[in-house]
């Protein structure tokens, strides 16, 4: 059987500069060129071939829960938690106490927060 890796996460959202601005300053990633089309998609590079495509969808009712999220992880995890807060970016467990992260079964720390559209952004230390 072929192996498969993740391309892209593609995301509708309301207002495409100011995804791009808080995507860039919280992950520092790099717009990278939309070659797919000539439409206002926007690209970021995640990394390792990854990408973030962001589709602009200003009327798109955008409906979503902590359970439908995508994951980054980091080696500089406290650093990362102490950058949300200096950003004033809520962020939460997974039962939903705020400003707390937590920690899985198998020693992971994660927390979660939401981006400007209301996506669930899950960042981990599983590295």
Request: glycine residues 4%.
């Amino acid at each position: 059987m072929s192996k498969f890796f993740i391309n892209h996460i593609a995301l509708s959202v309301k207002d495409v500069d100011k995804s791009i601005l808080f995507y860039q300053k919280l992950f520092d990633l790099n717009e990278i060129e939309n070659t797919a089309s000539n439409s206002k998609t926007r690209w970021l590079s995640i990394g390792n071939g990854m990408q973030l495509h962001l589709i602009p969808r200003p009327n798109a009712l955008i409906k979503t829960n902590k359970a439908v999220h995508f994951a980054l992880s980091t080696l500089g995890f406290e650093a990362f938690v102490l950058q949300l807060k200096q950003m004033n970016i809520e962020y939460s467990d997974w039962p939903g106490s705020t400003f707390n992260d937590y920690i899985r079964k198998d020693g992971i720390q994660q927390v979660y927060f939401q981006d400007p559209d209301a996506y669930w952004i899950e960042v981990n230390n599983d590295i």
